[in-house]
Antibody, heavy 124, light 107 residues
Framework: EVQLVESGGGLVQPGGSLRLSCAAS????????MTWVRQVPGKGLEWVAN????????YYVDSVKGRFTISRDNAKDSLYLQMNSLRAEDTAVYSC?????????????????WGQGTMVTVSS | DIHMTQSPSTLSASVGDRVTITCRAS??????LAWYQQKPGKAPKLLIY???NLQSGVPSRFRGTGSGTEFTLTISSLQPDDFATYYC?????????FGGGTKVEIK
């Protein structure tokens, strides 16, 4: 079964750090673009970052540039999001997702497999 | 950055109705548009990719059209399982953006 399972969320103080993980199974992880998307409960979806299959290209939404780092370990079938200098406005459910196309180079793709998400709350 | 605008933000409809949701891009994105369905507490589900291609397993009552800056998602005959929130997403660039969402409610 194709599956993505996020972990690492929790309560953190403003200015703090958190590292999210996304464990992939049921597919060849190293051949797909991956992304992180967040959603404030009751609000819309916001794309956060994505990463090329080999990790050589990474892209971020402006609001997290310089604070968040997306990475992956293809040997461990895992995706990560290191979040530093956290702010109250980063509070959301963070979900990882897998692109639709296998072995795509462009990254111009929709996301066909999603995890259930992990909640991050930034509050003092 | 490419900005995506969806309309309406909320739509009230009955089972059997034909429903149309519009998504506009701030600049041309060719056919690089996806549509997702999300139910409360659940992950988004991909319905349509590249503007008009039905994702495997998605019922044929869902149809995507458009190119350039204007796109539509049409549900030909609304079913009870279709009451949800729908999002468009451009994937023309590697910096992705979503529309604000359209909630389809029971009339």
């Amino acid at each position: 079964e194709v599956q993505l399972v996020e972990s690492g969320g929790g309560l953190v103080q403003p200015g703090g750090s958190l590292r999210l993980s996304c464990a992939a199974s049921g597919f060849t992880f190293s051949r797909f673009w991956m992304t992180w998307v967040r959603q404030v409960p009751g609000k819309g979806l916001e794309w956060v970052a994505n990463i090329r299959p080999d990790g050589s290209e990474k892209y971020y939404v402006d609001s997290v540039k310089g604070r968040f780092t997306i990475s992956r370990d293809n040997a461990k079938d895992s995706l990560y999001l290191q979040m530093n200098s956290l702010r109250a406005e980063d509070t959301a459910v963070y979900s990882c997702a897998r692109a639709r196309r296998y072995n795509d180079n462009s990254g111009r793709d929709a996301y066909a497999v999603w995890g259930q998400g992990t909640m991050v709350t930034v509050s003092s | 950055d490419i900005h995506m605008t969806q309309s309406p933000s909320t739509l009230s409809a009955s089972v059997g109705d034909r429903v149309t949701i519009t998504c506009r891009a701030s600049q041309s994105i060719s056919h690089w548009l996806a549509w997702y369905q999300q139910k409360p507490g659940k992950a988004p589900k991909l319905l349509i990719y590249e503007a008009s291609n039905l994702q495997s397993g998605v019922p044929s009552r869902f149809r995507g059209t458009g190119s350039g800056t204007e796109f539509t998602l049409t549900i030909s005959s609304l079913q009870p399982d279709d009451f949800a929130t729908y999002y468009c997403q451009q994937h023309e660039s590697n910096t992705l953006t979503f529309g604000g969402g359209t909630k389809v409610e029971i009339k």
